[in-house]
């Protein structure tokens, strides 16, 4: 079936340093989603990529879709603690008999900031 | 936060007693979804419903049941507990709508501890 990896799995930062998660599909993706978690909390929705090559950007942080629509990137620029928790990508796959494009999540990387 | 509950938010259960846990909804989200987390594989879909009583098998539905009477409740019945079954246990409800991202609102989560 379609895998979706993420690197690194953790990363440990100081605060003001930048930070960059990279995700891989094993398979052609209609778009990607990014989530982030926070400890003890439930994934929330950040942000999707739809065409190939394409750039978004909130505050800090950098959201890139592959040429290939294969793999994408986040990135985040000064790292703050609030920027603590673990940033998932999911890319929707295609259309099952029922229509319906279920999300695969990457593994997700653990981002931990220290003051 | 979107309105969705999970119940019970913890539980300890013992190896062969079957569990149901519930996933209640008041945004009126045609789609509800059962995932499983555990450390190093992300987020990985149980089982997902496109509607009343009509579901399908995610990715690790061995072992898991669900069942969906209405639109606003989804239930996911482990038959027979197993040791394997140990992990936090998120719900999530999307929409489809033209004007959105079709994102996933995620529940608070339980716990689920199976000895």
């Known amino acids: 079936g379609q895998q979706v990896m993420q690197i690194p799995q953790y990363q440990h930062v100081q605060e003001g340093e930048d930070f960059t998660t990279y995700c891989n599909s094993s398979t052609t993706l209609s778009n990607i989603q990014w989530y982030k978690q926070r400890p003890g909390g439930h994934p929330v929705f950040l942000i999707q990529l739809v065409k190939s090559g394409e750039v978004k950007k909130q505050k800090r942080l950098t959201f890139q879709f592959g040429e290939a629509k294969k793999n994408s990137s986040l990135h985040i620029t000064a790292t703050q603690t609030t920027d603590v928790g673990t940033y998932f990508c999911?890319?929707?796959?295609?259309?099952?008999?029922?229509?319906?494009?279920?999300?695969?999540f990457g593994t997700g990387t653990r981002l931990l900031v220290s003051p | 936060d979107a309105g969705i509950t999970q119940s019970p938010r913890h539980k300890v259960t013992e190896t062969g007693t079957p569990v149901t846990l519930r996933c209640h909804q008041t945004?009126?989200?045609?789609?509800m979804y059962w995932y499983r987390q555990d450390p190093g594989h992300g987020l990985r879909l149980i089982h997902y419903s496109y509607g009343v009583k009509d579901t399908d098998k995610g990715e690790v539905s061995d072992g898991y049941s669900v069942s969906r009477s209405k639109t606003e409740d989804f239930l996911l019945t482990l038959e027979s507990a197993t040791s394997s079954q140990t992990s936090v246990y998120f719900c999530?409800?999307?929409?489809?709508?033209?004007?959105?991202?079709?994102?996933?609102?995620f529940g608070p989560g339980t716990r689920l501890t199976v000895l």
């Open positions: 999530a409800i999307s929409e489809l709508r033209i004007s959105s991202y079709n994102e996933q609102f």
């Open positions: 999911a890319g929707k796959t295609p259309p099952g008999n029922t229509g319906f494009q279920k999300l695969v």
């Open positions: 945004e009126n989200h045609r789609y």
